[in-house]
């Protein structure tokens, strides 16, 4: 199984109140991801990160934020979480374009 | 807009015989197709892909066929085994862009009978 941490693994929180998820991955590869998995919409990607302080908008990014300062993580803030972003969460890494990326066991988030 | 469409949320077969599930797209610009499994409370796992320039490809009991000019592709499970009820996701990444993004469907979910 490829080296992919994801925490906390649940969380409930409140509305308005920032949340970070943390995505921890031992396998050097270049690209992380964040995903959301909603009922009716399968996975959609939020944020990507192509390096170190390199990242990138995906297709349902509003009222995220990402960082990454070092290889190995790769950060998710809801800047104040609102009850639309209750979800699972999963992280991804790749190697490289082209090939399979690789999933985390996901966190489930309930903002209420 | 669903760039990757995944129209049958579910499916039930009886163990041994074959599932098949499909998926459609939009996007002309995907040139590496992926199916996923997903059980519950586990991130998704990597199944098969394929790449744009084949219209087949072969994994054990796992094969996926690509029909480019009608934007089709279909995942066969032959034979089938109640380990693989689980969810199915296909989707595409637009290659060119060298990122490694993922257009997914909205799953698919199998059910094997014994």
């Not at chain 1, 960082?67 to 993580?73: A, G, I, L, N, V």
């Not at chain 2, 998704?44 to 480019?68: A, H, Q, W, Y």
């Not at chain 2, 995942?75 to 490694?100: K, M, R, W």
């Amino acid at each position: 199984d490829a080296g992919i941490t994801q925490s906390p693994r649940h969380k409930v929180t409140e509305t308005g109140t920032p949340v970070t998820l943390r995505c921890h991955q031992t396998e050097n590869h270049r690209y992380m991801y964040w995903y959301r998995q909603d009922p009716g919409h399968g996975l959609r990607l939020i944020h990507y990160s192509y390096g170190v302080k390199d990242t990138d908008k995906g297709e349902v990014s509003d009222g995220y934020s990402v960082s990454r300062s070092k290889t190995e993580d790769f950060l998710l803030t809801l800047e104040s979480a609102t009850s639309s972003q209750t979800s699972v969460y999963f992280c991804a890494i790749s190697l490289r374009g082209g090939t399979e990326a690789f999933f985390g066991q996901g966190t489930r988030l309930t903002v209420v | 807009d669903q760039q990757v469409k995944q129209n049958s949320p579910s499916l039930s077969v009886q163990e041994g015989r074959i599932s098949i599930l499909n998926c459609d797209y939009t996007n002309s610009m995907f040139d590496y197709f992926l199916w996923y499994k997903k059980y519950p409370a586990e991130g998704p796992t990597f199944l098969i892909s394929i790449s744009s320039i084949k219209d087949k490809n072969e994994d054990g009991r796992f094969t996926v066929f690509l029909n480019k000019s009608a934007k089709h592709l279909s995942l066969h499970i032959v034979p089938s085994q109640p380990g693989d009820s689980a969810v199915y996701f296909c989707a595409g990444e637009h290659g060119s862009s060298n990122t490694g993004k993922l257009i997914f469907g909205q799953g698919t979910t199998l059910q094997v009978k014994p």
